[in-house]
């Protein structure tokens, strides 16, 4: 054969699979995600980089994960200038680095053994990244949000399972590819067989065991005017356009529980009150409650005068006998500007015994770290309430986010979201209620939720499949030879 053909050869077998790779990488995560395309995306720069020379097919996988991360991402990382491009950076050498080592493990024959090193890299890639101040963000099992079959998986796994799943296809499928379906019939069979299993086991999940039994009506409310995030006049004034905005979130409120809310939360900080006011302005939504007999969330930005940090982001919760139920300050501050102004809190979930079940609560980046919200798990909560602002780079990509926390610790869950979507889920993921910020006059959600929850497997083991990942993944680098 020619040099010519052997290059023309080369172009279709080692290239081609790169275009596709390309295609779809603006739409394989983040902001215009299409589930499939998350599945197809890393089988196809898989095989190119098992096909090209290594440093070259390594150099140019690193580009294209750090092109489309920068893509899919685009104006959601809260941070500037340098810092910005030296996250993109360094989250692009991470994304590689399970790429990296499969090239590394390429084997000479398809083995159950050799597809295993991409899905165990990549579920401990995306663990120990998940330890860091940015959560769970940029995590593959998003990408299957509204996927309920397969969301299902997150009550025995967690994250890492639908992580593991799609990486796993894609090592399989490339190992078909590479080595031809008569020689990887064992590879096909099982992985296969894995995916099958996961589809219709959440099919069945879904189609026999759906959330039964009582609800109870819920209303979140978000503030029409939003209070100034400053002080640009002096306290008398400041505090008169601040009452302003918080008595209309109280009336709102109580025409919610007039017509029937048992339980009424408003979004993430949008009552603000200086400290010396906060007693007294909590006592007023005791009242509220007291007289409909009903439970109100409100959701806090406590200003300090004279202090280091100037506010508390917190989620008050009061009772039908008008007294505080339980205080919960926010525990994942976004980093930048908030963390460093943010009063910190016990960092202690709180639940409460109720008629309608036993409540929780979160605040907005809290639903980002399954550890947080864990928490509410353990203590068997059977729904959580998650004031959140977002902004609309994030909208509504967010809100799917908290869904997942839902099925993972067996919870419903009801995010009410300044500036993005506002959504109820129950803990099988169903939407059982939207608000859409930029399409509401009103910033209301109104919810009829189930009053209990379930204990999952999740919720009892935790993250058992990172760390069966990380073992695995160091298991087969010592057994290198074997593979």
């Known amino acids: 054969m020619s040099s010519k053909t052997n290059s023309l050869a080369h172009i279709r077998h080692g290239w081609m699979p790169l275009v596709a790779a ?85 084997v000479k024959r398809p083995t159950i053994l050799g597809t295993l090193v991409f899905p165990f890299a990549c579920v401990s890639v995306e663990y120990l990244v998940s ?14 949000a509204g996927n309920l079959p397969v969301m299902q998986l997150l009550s025995v796994t967690g994250l890492w399972g639908i992580t593991f799943l799609i990486a796993w296809f894609a090592a399989g499928a ?22 099958v299993v996961v ?30 995030s400053a002080k640009s006049e ?10 302003a905005t918080n008595r209309d979130l109280l009336e709102r409120a109580g025409r919610e529980m007039q017509a029937g809310a048992k339980i009424v939360f408003w979004a993430e900080g949008n009552a603000s009150v200086f400290k010396a006011d906060e007693a007294a302005f ?24 004279g202090h280091p940090a100037p506010f508390e982001n917190k989620l008050v ?18 980093p930048g500007p908030e963390a460093s102004m943010i009063v910190p809190g016990d960092q202690r979930q709180k639940v409460a015994d109720t008629a309608y079940g036993r409540l929780s609560g979160i605040i907005c980046f809290d639903g980002d770290f399954p550890s947080v919200v864990a928490r509410a798990g353990m203590l068997r909560a059977d729904f959580v309430l998650d004031p959140a602002n977002d902004w609309r780079a994030i909208d509504p990509w967010h809100t799917q986010m908290a869904s997942f926390r839902a099925v993972e610790q067996g919870f419903s869950l009801i995010r009410q979201t300044s500036h993005g979507l506002s959504a109820a889920y129950d803990y099988e993921g169903h939407v059982l209620a939207t608000m859409d910020h ?33 073992a695995g993944l160091a298991a087969l680098v010592v057994a290198k030879r074997r593979l």
């Open 282 to 305: 909590v006592a007023q939504g005791g009242a509220l409650a007291k007289r409909y007999h009903a439970y109100l969330g409100m959701a806090l930005a406590v200003i300090y005068d």
């Open 234 to 243: 002096g306290n008398t004034t400041y505090r008169t356009r601040l009452a």
């Open 438 to 470: 930029y399409q509401s006059t009103d910033h209301a959600l109104v919810a009829q939720m189930p009053i209990r929850g379930v204990r999952t497997l999740y919720t009892v083991f935790g993250d058992w499949l990172a760390w069966a990942s990380l």
């Open 174 to 195: 490339n190992a078909i590819w590479e080595h031809g379906l008569k020689q990887s019939q064992k590879v096909a069979w099982v992985v296969g067989t894995a995916v």
């Open 317 to 334: 919760l009061v009772g039908p006998d008008g007294k505080v139920v339980w205080s919960y300050n926010k525990t994942m501050p976004v």
């Open 22 to 106: 390309v295609a779809l990488a603006p739409v394989a995560d983040g902001a215009n995600t299409i589930a499939l395309a998350a599945w197809l995306f890393p089988l196809f720069l898989l095989r190119f980089v098992r096909l090209e020379r290594p440093f070259w097919g390594l150099l140019i996988a690193y580009i294209v994960l750090t092109g489309a991360f920068a893509f899919q991402f685009r104006s959601m990382l809260p941070l500037p200038g340098v810092g910005y491009y030296l996250y993109i950076a360094v989250q692009g050498l991470l994304m590689l680095a399970p790429f990296a080592l499969d090239r590394l493990f390429a």
């Open 131 to 144: 330890l860091a101040p940015f959560g769970t963000w940029g995590a593959r099992a998003y990408t299957q």
């Open 199 to 228: 589809f219709l086991a959440g099919g069945v999940r879904l189609a026999f065991l759906p959330p039964r039994g009582q609800t109870v009506r819920v209303a979140s409310l978000s503030a029409r005017d939003a209070a100034p």
